[in-house]
Antibody
Framework: QVQLVQSGAEVKNPGASVRVSCKASGYTFTDYYFHWVRQAPGQGLEWMAWMNPANGVTDYAQKFRGRVAMTRDTSINTAYMELSGLRSDDTAVYYC?????????????WGQGTLVTVSS | DLQMTQSPSSLSASVGDRVTVTCRASQGISNSLAWYQQKPGRSPNLLIYAASTLQSGVPSRFSGSGSGTDFTLTITSLQPEDVATYYCQKYNGAPTFGPGTKVEIK
């Protein structure tokens, strides 16, 4: 079954870091890129980061540069997103999504989302 | 920076109605435009990409059109299961989402 399965909900204190995982199954892990998108409560979708898991090349939205890092472990088909310096406005559901080389469809497979709550 | 806008921000229509959602890019993006449906508590789901290509498995009542800066998502006959928020997205380069359009049943 082709799917992305994310790690469970997290509660963090302000200033802490969080790492969210996204495990791929049912397809070749290195054939598709990964993106991370977040959604604050009641708000829209916000793109954060991109990674090519074949070579580890990344790109980050300007807003998050210096605070976000994407890594991967190809031996277990898992991508990771770490966000540091957490603030209350980082409270959101974080999604991973896969993306292929054009003309394949973009963002055609999403994880179930991981709620990260930042609160003291 | 490129901005994506959508209109309306919300709409209410009857079952069977034709529904149209508009998306505008602040600069030309050719046809690098996708539409997503997000139901409450669920992950987004790709409906349309390349402005007008229907994703596999998506009902044919959904269609997309446009190129350059102006794009449209149309639902030809609104169904109860279409209640959701719809997002447009420019996806080549740094992806950018529109603010969303909430569709409800009247």
């Amino acid at each position: 079954q082709v799917q992305l399965v994310q790690s469970g909900a997290e509660v963090k204190n302000p200033g802490a870091s969080v790492r969210v995982s996204c495990k791929a199954s049912g397809y070749t892990f290195t054939d598709y890129y990964f993106h991370w998108v977040r959604q604050a409560p009641g708000q829209g979708l916000e793109w954060m980061a991109w990674m090519n898991p074949a070579n580890g090349v990344t790109d980050y939205a300007q807003k998050f540069r210096g605070r976000v890092a994407m890594t991967r472990d190809t031996s277990i088909n898992t991508a990771y997103m770490e966000l540091s310096g957490l603030r209350s406005d980082d409270t959101a559901v974080y999604y991973c999504a896969r993306d292929g080389n054009r003309p394949t469809p973009p963002f055609d497979l999403w994880g179930q989302g991981t709620l990260v709550t930042v609160s003291s | 920076d490129l901005q994506m806008t959508q209109s309306p921000s919300s709409l209410s229509a009857s079952v069977g109605d034709r529904v149209t959602v508009t998306c505008r890019a602040s600069q030309g993006i050719s046809n690098s435009l996708a539409w997503y449906q997000q139901k409450p508590g669920r992950s987004p789901n790709l409906l349309i990409y390349a402005a007008s290509t229907l994703q596999s498995g998506v009902p044919s009542r959904f269609s997309g059109s446009g190129s350059g800066t102006d794009f449209t998502l149309t639902i030809t006959s609104l169904q109860p299961e279409d209640v959701a928020t719809y997002y447009c997205q420019k996806y080549n380069g740094a992806p950018t989402f529109g603010p969303g359009t909430k569709v409800e049943i009247k």
